[in-house]
T-cell receptor, first 116, second 110 residues
Framework: GAGVSQTPSNKVTEKGKYVELRCDPI?????LYWYRQSLGQGPEFLIY????????DSGLPNDRFFAVRPEGSVSTLKIQRTERGDSAVYLC??????????????FGEGSWLTVV | DAKTTQPPSMDCAEGRAANLPCNHS???????VYWYRQIHSQGPQYIIH???NNETNEMASLIITEDRKSSTLILPHATLRDTAVYYC???????????FGTGTRLKVLA
């Protein structure tokens, strides 16, 4: 597709359940980012991939959160034992070259997660 | 961490220029400044970015001060569709994190 694609666009899950959120970056983009945005706040960094490897996962809030990018394109953010505080919009972004290179970073429309 | 500071809100009359300031005094010498906007319930939309020189594209102009500690995004002829939250972001030096602040909520008035 032309842009960053995220699925599902909306997800309602029960507390304690496991959730996967998928990101399809722009074709050929090597850098991929996950952010989380709570209501009324700016996006907060979660994790950055350069290719297949997580170059910086310092923003993941705890060990219930994990992300993978096994083939260097699609990425999946995984949340175990969801809590109500995990409710937020999860944003994915990608850029052609590594962070700091001055390339444009494109964001997807986000996955709205609600934990009830 | 790098940090940006923006006024929380601004109003602008339709058809007038909207000038949105951002302070990024902790930016390091080789980091770019990016501007995005976010319309309710949508993902951040890229507007423009720059390093040292002023930049212009079809959406906006970016003026960066000589010391690079602040910048101004200019929407030359604001329309009602430009009502959004505008973020300036910089990368935290030595990391891969692009840091968003709380942004400026711009309201364009008819």
């Amino acid at each position: 597709g032309a842009g960053v694609s995220q699925t599902p666009s909306n997800k309602v899950t029960e507390k304690g359940k496991y959730v996967e959120l998928r990101c399809d970056p722009i074709s050929g983009h090597t850098a991929l980012y996950w952010y989380r945005q709570s209501l009324g706040q700016g996006p907060e960094f979660l994790i950055y991939f350069q290719g297949t490897g997580a170059a910086d996962d310092s923003g993941l809030p705890n060990d219930r959160f994990f992300a993978v990018r096994p083939e260097g394109s699609v990425s999946t953010l995984k949340i175990q034992r969801t809590e109500r505080g995990d409710s937020a919009v999860y944003l994915c972004a990608s850029s052609l070259n590594p962070a700091g290179s001055g390339n444009t970073i494109y964001f997807g429309e986000g996955s709205w997660l609600t934990v009830v | 961490d790098a940090k940006t500071t923006q006024p929380p809100s601004m109003d602008c009359a339709e058809g007038r220029a909207a000038n949105l300031p951002c302070n990024h005094s902790t930016i390091s010498g080789n980091e770019y400044v990016y501007w995005y906007r976010q319309i309710h319930s949508q993902g951040p939309q890229y507007i423009i970015h720059g390093l040292k020189n002023n930049e212009t594209n079809e959406m906006a102009s970016l003026i960066i001060t000589e010391d690079r500690k602040s910048s101004t995004l200019i929407l030359p002829h604001a329309t009602l569709r430009d009502t959004a939250v505008y973020y300036c972001i910089v990368r935290s030096s030595g990391t891969y994190k692009y840091i968003f602040g709380t942004g400026t909520r711009l309201k364009v008035l008819a």
